[in-house]
C-alpha cells in the first residue's frame, strides 16, 4: 500500500496522468485520419474535394485559435482557465468520434445518403478543428499546474514523450484487425471497431487530466496583475525601443 502511495504521489507519474490527455489527442488524430480520406472517398467525394475539406480544419484553426487563446487567458470559470474549453472541445471530438463511423446508417434511415454525405464532411470538418484547437490549452494548462513546482523543469519533456507516444499507439492501432476480437460480436466492421476503441481510449485520458490537473481558478485580482505586469513589459519595451514602428 505504501508502495502505491508513494508511486501515485511520485512527480514524474503525476506528470504522465497530467499530460495523458496530449497522449488521447494525438492518438484520435494518428489513428482517425488513416481512415477519414478513404471514408470520404468511399462515400462518393471526388479527391480534389476531399482534399478541401481536409484543409478547412487547419484553416478554421487558424482564424479561431488565436481567439480562443485569448479568451482562455481571460476566463474565470470556477473549473479554471483551461479546463472548460477543454472539456468543450473534447466533447465535439466525442460527438464527432460517435457520427463519423454511423453517417453513412444515418443516412440510409433518412434515405437520403446525401444528409449521410454532408454529416461525414462536417464531422470530419469539426473533428480536425477541434482536435488541433484542444493542444493550445492543454499546452497551457500542463504549464500553468507546473509552474513554480518541481516538475516545472521536465514537463515538457514529459509532454512531447506522451505526444510521440500517442502517435505511435494511433497508427499502431489501425494495424490491428478487430474484426478477429471480441469486438466483433458486438460491432461490424473495422472503421466501427476501430473508432470505438479511439473513443474508449480517448475518453479515459480525457478523465484523468481533468481529474488530476489542479488549476488554480482565476479571479479579477489576478486579471488585474497580470494587466499591471504587461503594462510594466510595455513601458520597458517603450524605454529599450523608443521608435514605434506601428
Known amino acids: 500500500m505504501k508502495l502505491f502511495k508513494s508511486i501515485i504521489h511520485d512527480d514524474f507519474f503525476r506528470l504522465i496522468i497530467i499530460t495523458s490527455l496530449v497522449c488521447g489527442l494525438e492518438f484520435c488524430t494518428a489513428s482517425a485520419f488513416t481512415f477519414i480520406p478513404p471514408m470520404l472517398l468511399k462515400a462518393g467525394i471526388p479527391e480534389s474535394s476531399m482534399t478541401w475539406i481536409m484543409?478547412?480544419?487547419?484553416?478554421?484553426?487558424?482564424?479561431?485559435?488565436?481567439?480562443?487563446?485569448?479568451?482562455?487567458?481571460?476566463?474565470?470559470?470556477?473549473?479554471?482557465?483551461?479546463?472548460?474549453?477543454?472539456?468543450?472541445?473534447?466533447?465535439?471530438?466525442?460527438?464527432?468520434?460517435i457520427l463519423i463511423p454511423q453517417s453513412e446508417a444515418i443516412g440510409e434511415i433518412f434515405q437520403a445518403p446525401s444528409i449521410g454525405i454532408g454529416l461525414?464532411?462536417?464531422?470530419?470538418?469539426?473533428?480536425?478543428?477541434?482536435?488541433?484547437?484542444?493542444?493550445?490549452?492543454?499546452?497551457?494548462?500542463?504549464?500553468?499546474v507546473c509552474k513554480g513546482t518541481s516538475q516545472e523543469s521536465s514537463c515538457f519533456y514529459v509532454y512531447s514523450f506522451m505526444t510521440s507516444f500517442g502517435g505511435c499507439l494511433g497508427y499502431l492501432i489501425t494495424a490491428t484487425d478487430w474484426t478477429q476480437t471480441f469486438l466483433s460480436n458486438y460491432i461490424q466492421g473495422q472503421e466501427k471497431?476501430?473508432?470505438?476503441?479511439?473513443?474508449?481510449?480517448?475518453?479515459?485520458?480525457?478523465?484523468?487530466?481533468?481529474?488530476?490537473?489542479?488549476?488554480?481558478?482565476?479571479?479579477?485580482n489576478d486579471y488585474f496583475d497580470g494587466q499591471l505586469r504587461f503594462d510594466d513589459i510595455d513601458n520597458n519595451c517603450n524605454y529599450l525601443f523608443p521608435i514605434k514602428i506601428f
Open 120 to 144: 461525414l464532411v462536417v464531422t470530419c470538418i469539426l473533428f480536425d478543428f477541434a482536435a488541433q484547437a484542444c493542444f493550445n490549452p492543454c499546452e497551457s494548462l500542463i504549464y500553468d
Open 55 to 97: 484543409g478547412c480544419g487547419p484553416l478554421l484553426g487558424f482564424l479561431l485559435c488565436p481567439i480562443i487563446g485569448d479568451s482562455s487567458d481571460h476566463c474565470r470559470s470556477p473549473l479554471g482557465k483551461r479546463r472548460p474549453f477543454i472539456l468543450g472541445f473534447c466533447l465535439t471530438i466525442i460527438f464527432c468520434l
Open 193 to 220: 471497431s476501430t473508432f470505438i476503441v479511439i473513443l474508449l481510449f480517448f475518453s479515459i485520458t480525457l478523465c484523468c487530466t481533468l481529474i488530476s490537473a489542479n488549476e488554480k481558478v482565476s479571479t479579477m
